[in-house]
């Protein structure tokens, strides 16, 4: 089924997808799946944090200085552009798609997204990119906080060492000082920090469908996703 001719909601003619879990769960791939299958945009709300965080690496501003990142939060245009490929990454008009992937950038990103004033703003500026809906949206609390109204809700999960295995295998990087060990390791700080922030923290939604990926392989998690999206639009088009 088409979901460009099968989705109709009350509130948005096309829906919202909320695709929340923690880092290396494989959100943005299930998203840029499910984005492509359903004809869908792809905003990885995700690169929003990591662009906020690259411009605080390259300006200086320390992660635990709040008020110095609202400051260059009130100064900062961060865009998206969809692309089948990926999204595109504009941080004050300049393309850093491929810098804001970086180990450090990413590490960066959760340091930065503690912050409650900051997560406020970055949750406006969300909210803006997806009021029309037709999008699909992933990050630590889409369906939670940004949409809680989402017509369709996931929460990607796996265990750590899935993850870190995953990541690993991912970065192909000869660096010795990387390992799978010491991925793992940084997957379970990062856990910590999301889960127990007093600001919106990461948790599934009461109405998420929980989809935990860790013996499944991509195929079946990606046909899972679809799965679930399918009967929910499949539902909407009934009521």
């Known amino acids: 089924m088409s979901s460009s ?5 009350p509130r948005r003619q096309r829906p919202v997808i909320a695709i929340d879990g923690p880092a290396g769960a494989g959100k943005s791939t299930v998203a840029a799946h499910l984005a492509r299958h359903f004809g869908l945009l792809n905003l990885e709300t995700g690169a929003m944090y990591r662009a906020l965080a690259l411009k605080a690496i390259e300006k200086d501003v320390a992660f635990e200085d709040e008020a110095g990142l609202l ?10 552009e969809p692309r089948l490929e990926g999204n595109r990454v504009l941080l004050d008009g300049v393309d850093v798609s491929r810098r804001v992937r970086e180990g450090d950038v990413t590490a960066a990103a959760s340091k930065v997204s503690v912050h409650a004033p900051l997560r406020v703003w970055m949750v406006n500026q969300q909210r803006a990119l ?7 949206m992933e990050g630590r609390d889409i369906g939670t906080v940004v949409f809680p109204d989402a017509e369709v809700k996931i929460f990607l999960d ?3 060492e899935v993850r870190g295995n995953r990541r690993y295998l991912q970065t192909g990087t000869g660096d010795a000082k990387v390992t799978e060990e010491s991925l793992v390791k940084e997957l379970k700080e990062r856990d910590a920090r999301d889960r127990n922030r007093a600001d919106s923290p990461l948790k599934p939604a009461e109405d998420a469908v929980l989809l935990d990926s860790t013996g499944l392989t991509l195929e079946q ?11 929910h639009l499949e539902h909407n088009a009934l009521h």
């Open 130 to 136: 997806g009021r029309d809906g037709g999008v699909v």
């Open 158 to 160: 796996a265990a750590p």
């Open 71 to 80: 400051a260059l939060a009130a100064e900062t245009t961060i865009a998206l």
């Open 5 to 9: 001719s099968a989705v109709v909601s």
């Open 221 to 231: 998690v990606l046909e899972a996703a679809e799965q679930i999206v399918r009967s």
